[in-house]
């Protein structure tokens, strides 16, 4: 079963458009970890954001805000503003207290930011 | 301070060659992880080593893959008798403890010819 879906594969926004990033998962752990991870072209993963499963309250950082929602399983990612530099793929991840340290991800979303 | 590094960056083989890729963590970080991306399989996980405890090796597709970690640092993941479908970017990641958040390197692209 599909733990970690972002049912978008692909976005395009002109700059300065807001866009949200889904990622919805599944787990029956009560005590798990959620993950942002951004991609560029580069390739090297770049970690972005963690939460874990305690701790519903969204933050903010910069032009970047996620919003976790225990009731819906979702951890979805807002950029403000977006600028060409944010084209990349982004990969939601699930850490699961009883599945050890692996991440398991999810397919990721393309995200390219035109001029 | 210096991030996880990768070597090599690129690797091209012929099938039924072994390959070694290494793994250089963050100075400092006991835990260290071995993931595969590829086009089909997306990213997956394949072997975790924490400190001197058995790694975790539950993620590794095949008994031709392997992995070891000397003097608790530099990692080495071998693929014996490589196949086409071995083809993929093998990505590595170290974290300070097994709870904490994994940092990766660039990765090694492997084309299997």
């Known amino acids: 079963a599909q733990k970690v879906t972002q049912a978008q594969t692909e976005i395009s926004v002109v700059e300065k458009e807001d866009v949200t990033l889904d990622c919805v998962y599944e787990?029956?752990?009560?005590?798990?970890?959620l993950f942002w991870y951004k991609q560029p072209p580069s390739g090297e993963l770049v970690f972005l954001i963690r939460r874990n499963s305690f701790d519903e309250q969204n933050e903010i950082s910069g032009r970047y805000s996620w919003n976790f929602q225990k009731s819906t399983s979702s951890f979805n990612f807002t950029i403000t503003a977006s600028q060409v530099v944010d084209s990349a793929v982004y990969f939601c991840?699930?850490?699961?207290?009883?599945?050890?340290?692996?991440?398991?991800f999810g397919e990721g979303t393309q995200l390219t930011v035109n001029p | 301070g210096a991030g996880v590094s990768q070597s090599p960056s690129n690797k091209v083989t012929e099938k039924g060659k072994d390959v070694e890729l290494r793994c250089d963590p963050i100075?400092?970080?006991?835990?260290l992880y071995w993931y595969r991306q590829s086009l089909g399989q997306g990213l997956e996980f394949l072997i975790y080593f924490q400190g001197n405890s058995a790694p975790d090796k539950s993620g590794l597709p095949s008994d031709r893959f392997s992995a070891e970690r000397t003097g608790g640092s530099v990692s080495t993941l071998t693929i014996q008798r490589t196949q086409q479908e071995d083809s993929a970017v093998y990505l590595c990641a170290s974290s300070s403890g097994w709870v904490d958040t994994q940092y990766f390197g660039p990765g090694t692209r492997l084309t299997v010819l």
């Open positions: 787990t029956r752990d009560t005590t798990y970890y």
């Open positions: 991840a699930l850490r699961e207290e009883t599945s050890g340290s692996r991440l398991t």
């Open positions: 100075s400092g970080h006991t835990a």
